[in-house]
């Protein structure tokens, strides 16, 4: 099984991204995922996590109203658009997917595999 980010970038305050997530070697349809960061200095953190339902759509409040995530089970991907984008928003995001049936959280613990990372860099 594997997660693959891409998408990171340089971009300038108040400007957009996405990043991409995809998985091979198994599917994730009826499995939680979500999205981390770990800024610099920083532990990593929740951003985002989204269920097998379409309301069943989390955030953190740092990223609420900002943030999109999405998925597409047919793709086997995972997507987050990030709008007015901050210089606090810096920081390594990181893909991940619960490997069990039918599980979402917000920590870490929730989840089993992970992508390698890609870089957001925010300047001012």
């Known amino acids: 099984v594997q997660l693959q980010a891409c998408g990171g970038g340089l971009v300038q305050a108040g400007g957009s991204l996405r990043l991409s997530c995809a998985a091979s070697g198994r599917t994730f349809s009826n499995h939680g995922m979500g999205w981390f960061r770990q800024g610099p200095g920083k532990e990593r953190e929740f951003v985002s996590a989204?269920?097998?339902?379409?309301?069943?759509?989390y955030y953190a409040d740092s990223v609420k109203g900002r943030f999109t995530i999405s998925r597409d089970n047919a793709k086997n991907t995972l997507w987050l658009q990030m709008n007015s984008l901050k210089p606090e928003d810096t920081a390594v995001y990181y893909c991940a997917a619960a490997g069990n049936l039918y599980r979402l959280g917000v920590e870490e613990a929730s989840y089993d595999y992970w992508g390698q990372g890609t870089e957001l860099t925010v300047s001012s």
């Open positions: 989204i269920g097998w339902l379409d309301d069943m759509l």
